[in-house]
C-alpha cells in the first residue's frame, strides 16, 4: 500500500499535462491515432462518441483526463470481471482506482465509500445499476462529492440494433439530466452507423463530437475454412500453438462442452465457459484463464467482452457469428499486443440455415428485417473472393485496398482452369428439373443419392448420378463459383431455387468456355510468430517472461498486467542497461520503473555480460503513427510493405530482405508491386524490357487475372515475381 500512496501523492504534484502523463505514469512516447484530440476534447468539457478498435487505446481515453482533473471519474462497465482488470492495472501503474459491485462485502464497500468522500480516488468502476437503478441514494452520494467525468464503456450495450444489447443500459440515459454540466465520454469497439446513432439517441447527446479511428487491426490474420470435419484441422492447428493462449467460439453451451472434452482427452489443457456454468466455476476459469493456466478457452459469446488478456494468439469460430460486429470483436479479442495473431473461422452453409431461426425477433417485423440482413453479410464475408480485411473495412464504412497479404483470400488465390465440362452437367441439371429446385437437390441428383426426397422422375434422367467422382462439398463449391461468375442465379425467399441466366444458356447451347477456380486448401501463412524491426534475443525475452510471471503470481494479477509480451519484446531488442534507457521502452511509466525496473535491468544486464553484448537503445525510435483514413495510396502502405520499400531503398536485393525479415520470395515481390503500382519504383529495375513486352502480350491474350495460366504460356526463365511485378506495371497510377 505504501508505494501506491507515494505514486498518488506524486500524481498531486504533477502539472494535469496529458502529455507528461501519458509519458510519466503510463510509459508511452506520445498518443496513437486520435488519443490526443479525444483527451483534449474532455478536458474542455465536451461529451464525446469514441469508436476505436480492441486494443486501440480506449481506456487512455478517458484515464489520462482522469488523472488531471481533479475529482473522481466514474466509469460505468458492463462485467465484475473486466472492473477488476482494468482496476488491477490501473493500480500497478500506481494510480488510486476501485470497483463496486456485488462481491464485496460491506466493509469493503464501507471503506471505498470513505475514500471517495476524502478525495482519495481518480477511478471508480461500476455497473449500470448501481450507478442509476433503484439505489437513488447513491446517486444523491455522487452529488455530494466531486464527480470530474462520466464514461461508459462497451456503450455499444445501449443498443437494441448492436450485437450485445444490455437493457440495463438503457438507464443511463438520465445521466445528462441528473448531470447536466459533467462531460460525458461513450466508447466502443464495434459499432455500425445505425448502432452509433442509436448510442447518441439513447445517451440524450445534444453537443457532442463523434471519434472513429481506423477498424484495421493489422497483426491479426484472418482465414476461412471449410466446416466439414473440422475437429482434425483444430487439433492439427492447437498441436502447432500449445505454448499460445486461445479462444474457441462455439454458438451453444452443449457444443462447448463436447469440444471442451474432446479437445482435453486429446491432451489439450482447454476447459468450456458459457452463461449455465456455476459463478464460482466461471469465475474461477476465467480467472485461470487470464493467468495461463488454463491455454484455451471454449466458450459461447457469454465470454470475453472487454477481457484485456494481451497475448491471446488465435481466435478461432467453429460455428458462424450472428454478424459482423460480433465477429469482428470475438476476433478482436486476440493480439492485443500488437504481435502476430489469427482469426479462424469454420464456415459451413448449414450454420446459416440454423441462426435464421435465431434473428426473428417475436412481434417486431422491423428488427427481424435487420438481423437477417445483417446475418447475410456475415455469410457473405465467408464467401467472398476479395480481400476478407477490405470486406471487413468496408463493413465499417472504411476505405481498404484491395490487397491485405494477411487474410487467406489474399495468402491462397486460386487459380482458375478450364472447367467448361463440370459446368455444363450442373447447369444441365438445374434445366432439367424445370429450375424449381435448390442447390443441394441439384448436387444430391448429381452423385445419384438415394435420399428419398429426390423425386423418382429425376433419379431416371441421364445426369442421375454423372458427378459421382467429386464429393459434395466439391458440388457446393463450384456451384458457388458459378454464382459469383453469374452463370447462375438464385431467387428470392426462405428456399432459394437454382435459375439460369443468360450466361449459362451460352454455356449449354453455344459450347461457351468456363473457367472457374478448384477448390482452394487454406494454408495458415507461415509468418513469425513475432515481427521485429530488429532482432531480439530469443533466451533473454524467455528470461524475462518469467521473471514477469514471478511478480504477477506474488501479486495475484495476470502476467500482461505487469508487463506485455510487446514491452518485453522491446526488452529483448533494445537491451537497455540503465534507468533512463529503461524510461524510454514503451510501458515503463516512473511508478512502474521504481518498483520493478532494477530487477528487468539486472536480468538484461547479466544476459549482455554472459553474450557479450552492447546496448541497442540507439536503434529504439518513438512509435510511428498509422495514419487515419489517408487519401494518398502512399500514406495508405502497410507498414510491412513500407518496410520491404525501405530496404530496397537501401539497396537490398530481394533474396536479402526475404531472409532478414524471414519472408517469402513471393511476400517480398508482392510488396514490391504495390510500390510499382503507385509509381514509386520502376519496373526496369526488376524485369527487362524484353522480357516486359514478352508478359505483355501474353496478358492481352490470356487476360491478367490468373498468374498460373500467365506462367504456363510465357517461357520457363520467366518467374512469377516478374509476372506480378509487370501486371503493377501496367495498373500503374496515372
Known sequence: MRLTFIAYLLFMTISPNPQKILQTVFGYDSFRHNQQEIVEHVLAGNDSVVLMPTGGGKSLCYQVPALCLPG???VVSPLIALMKDQVDALKVNGIEAAFLNST????????IFKQLQANRLK?????????MGNETQFLGFLKQIQVSLFAVDEAHCISQWGHDFRPEYLILGQLKESFPGIPLIALTATADDLTKQDIIHKLHFT???VFENSFNRPNIYYYVKPKSNYYDELVSYLKQHKDDSGIIYCLSRAATERLAEDLKSDGFNAEAYHAGIEKNLKDERQDKFLRDDIKIMIATIAFGMGINKSNVRFVVHVDLPKNIEGYYQETGRAGRDGLHSEAILFYGAGDVMKLKKFAEVEGNAAQTKIMLQKLDKM?????TKTCRRKFLLNYFGEDAEDYCGSCDTCLNKPVLKDCTVIAQKFLSTVARVNERFGVRYIVDILKGSNNEKIKEEHKKLSVYGIGKDASKEEWIHYAKELIYYDYLALSDGEYPVAKLTEKSRAVLYQ???????????????KEPEIYQQHTYEKELFESLKQLRNRFAREENVPSYIIFSDSTLLDLATYLPLNTNDLLKISGFGAYKAEKYGNSFLETVQDYCSENNLQTRIELRQPKRERKQKTSSANERASDTKRLSFKMHKEGKTIAQIAEERNLSLNTIETHLSYYISQGELEIEDFVLPHKQQVIKKAAELFGPESLRILKDNLPEEITYGEIRMMLAAMNKIA
Open 72 to 74: 473522481v471519474t466514474i
Open 511 to 525: 459450347k461457351q468456355k468456363v473457367y472457374l477456380s478448384a477448390p482452394v486448401h487454406v494454408e495458415i501463412a
Open 207 to 209: 453537443e457532442y463530437k
Open 379 to 383: 455469410s457473405r464475408f465467408c464467401e
Open 104 to 111: 464485496q462485502s460491506p466493509a469493503e464497500q464501507s471503506f
Open 123 to 131: 477511478l471508480l468502476y461500476l455497473a449500470p445499476e448501481r450507478l
